[in-house]
């Protein structure tokens, strides 16, 4: 049984950071691309950032600069570092995992999905 799940989330102050990670298991995730979406009370969701296989970053221009995203393949796992948090930031944030990386940016048919996490920046 494939399992995404996210930890890391939490009630902090604006202009603090915060580390979220993802644990995948259940199945090997050599050459999948993990992404990180965001979804606030009342919006659609929306897509973060996405690490493909080799390394290779991608940000919404809302992150860039602010937020981090990387890999540990031998634990298999993703995280998402966010500085400089905002209370724009706020929402319930998710991992996915997909063999495509424009399935992941598009948030398109992606095969798997973690359960989420919530972050609230406070003003």
């Not at 996405?50 to 860039?64: C, E, N, P, Q, V």
């Not at 400089?84 to 063999?99: G, I, Q, R, W």
């Amino acid at each position: 049984q494939v399992q995404l799940v996210e930890s890391g989330g939490g009630l902090v102050q604006a202009g603090g950071s915060l580390r979220l990670s993802c644990a995948a298991s259940g199945r090997t995730f050599t050459g999948y691309t993990m992404g990180w979406f965001r979804q606030a009370p009342g919006k659609e969701r929306e897509f973060v950032s996405r690490i493909l296989w080799s390394g290779s970053t991608y940000y919404a221009d809302f992150a860039k600069g602010r937020f981090t995203i990387s890999r540990d393949k031998a634990k298999n796992t993703v995280y998402l570092q966010m500085n400089s948090l905002k209370p724009e930031d706020t929402a319930v944030y998710y991992c996915a995992a997909d063999p495509s990386s424009s399935r992941i940016v598009t948030m398109r048919d992606i095969e798997y999905w973690g359960q989420g996490t919530q972050v609230t920046v406070s003003s």
